[in-house]
C-alpha cells in the first residue's frame, strides 16, 4: 500500500503562482511514477502532469505546458507541482497520484494509489 498526503493548494488571483506537494509512503517511492491530475466540477479527472521513478523523463497536458513544473525529490519521498501564470481555467481539485507500474500514463486509470485532493482556485 501507499499512502499520499498533499499539500498546498488555495485561492490565488489570475497571473499568480501557486505550489502543490505530495509526500508518499509505505512503499520505495523511486519504485513508483507519479502523476498530478485535476477535476473541476461536473467533469471528468484530466491528466495534468506525470514524471518517471528517476525524474529524469517528465511530461505536461499541453493545456499546462509552460506554466507547470512536476519534478521529484525522492530523498523526501515527494513529487511537486509548481504552477504559474495560473488562469481561471485552472481552477479544480488537484490530485497526486502513483503508479507502481511502468509507463508514465495519461490515464487515471493506470494509477493505482490517489492523494486526498487538494482546492485550486484561480480568480479572474
Known amino acids: 500500500q501507499v499512502q499520499l498526503v498533499q499539500s498546498g493548494g488555495g485561492l490565488v488571483q489570475a497571473g499568480d503562482s501557486l505550489s502543490l506537494s505530495c509526500k508518499a509512503s509505505g512503499r520505495t517511492f523511486s519504485n513508483l511514477d507519479m502523476g498530478w491530475f485535476r477535476q473541476a466540477p461536473g467533469k471528468e479527472r484530466d491528466f495534468v502532469a506525470a514524471i518517471s521513478r528517476s525524474g529524469a523523463i517528465a511530461y505536461n497536458a499541453d493545456s499546462v505546458k509552460g506554466r507547470f513544473t512536476i519534478s521529484r525529490d525522492n530523498a523526501k519521498n515527494t513529487v511537486y507541482l509548481q504552477m504559474n501564470s495560473l488562469k481561471p481555467e485552472d481552477t479544480a481539485v488537484y490530485f497526486c497520484?502513483?503508479?507502481?507500474?511502468?509507463?508514465?500514463?495519461?490515464?487515471?486509470?493506470?494509477?493505482?494509489?490517489w492523494g486526498q485532493g487538494t482546492q485550486v482556485i484561480v480568480s479572474s
Open positions: 497520484a502513483a503508479d507502481p507500474t511502468w509507463g508514465l500514463s495519461r490515464s487515471p486509470n493506470a494509477y493505482d494509489y
